[in-house]
């Protein structure tokens, strides 16, 4: 990428809201079907969040954040349709790479997906992993209207914006001691979901037993 433009993630606009909000730190990635190499690659560790609006479904979010798929539907303005706003930029402080449904189910209560959702994008290309992207977010003094171009379409998860809009570096939205409690929640829940399937395959691998009877 061109280090000169500033990046962009694309990011279904409810997940964009949310995280703008401080309501929460994570996103689940496992690539869109236009990457160029076939899966996610974490290509920028800083970057500004573009909203999307195509594939977003109120019944693919959980109860408690549809209120921002909501906001997120009454953004789309048919006399704007070429016009976006951008709101927030992120930092990855963390790229967690999920492959078991144990550890999906200790992020459950961190993410906007439903479970079942969650469950079908583990399972979409198995071998790949599910990243988890903690994300040190900083909201824009104003929203940056930008012009909606081609180049920006498909299913594909980095752009590079045609406007400079590199001024202005946000306020973060949660607090440094907030922001350091979610990524330790999240990094310990990982880490005993993790202890445990090494347990449980150490007991295949014994046949059951740990130590000597």
Not at 64 to 70: I, V
Not at 107 to 116: K, M, P
Not at 183 to 212: D, Y
Request: net charge negative.
């Amino acid at each position: 990428m061109n280090q000169l433009l500033p990046v962009a993630f694309k990011e279904w606009a409810v997940a964009v809201n949310a995280l703008a909000e401080g309501k929460t730190i994570l996103l689940l990635r496992k690539g869109g079907i236009a990457e160029e190499t076939k899966d996610f690659q974490l290509e920028s560790h800083s970057f500004f969040l573009f909203p999307t609006y195509e594939h977003q479904k109120a019944n693919l979010v959980k109860a408690k954040y549809r209120g921002f798929w909501s906001e997120a539907q009454a953004e789309m303005n048919p006399e704007a349709e070429d016009i976006v706003s951008i709101v927030c930029r992120a930092e990855v402080v963390e790229d967690l790479e999920i492959f078991s449904l144990e550890e999906l189910e200790q992020l459950r209560d961190f993410h906007i997906w439903t479970d079942d959702f969650a469950e079908e994008r583990l399972r979409w290309k198995k071998k790949n992993p599910l990243h988890a992207l903690l994300l040190r977010v900083y909201k824009l003094s104003e929203p940056v209207p930008i012009p909606r171009l081609e180049e920006y379409g498909g299913c594909k998860s980095w752009i590079q914006l045609q406007t400079d809009i590199h001024g202005d570096i946000g306020i973060p939205v949660l607090t440094d001691a907030e922001f350091a409690e979610q990524v330790w929640k999240i990094k310990h829940l990982l880490s005993i979901s993790q202890q445990l399937e090494e347990t449980a395959a150490e007991k295949r691998e014994t046949g059951g037993s740990l130590g000597p009877v």
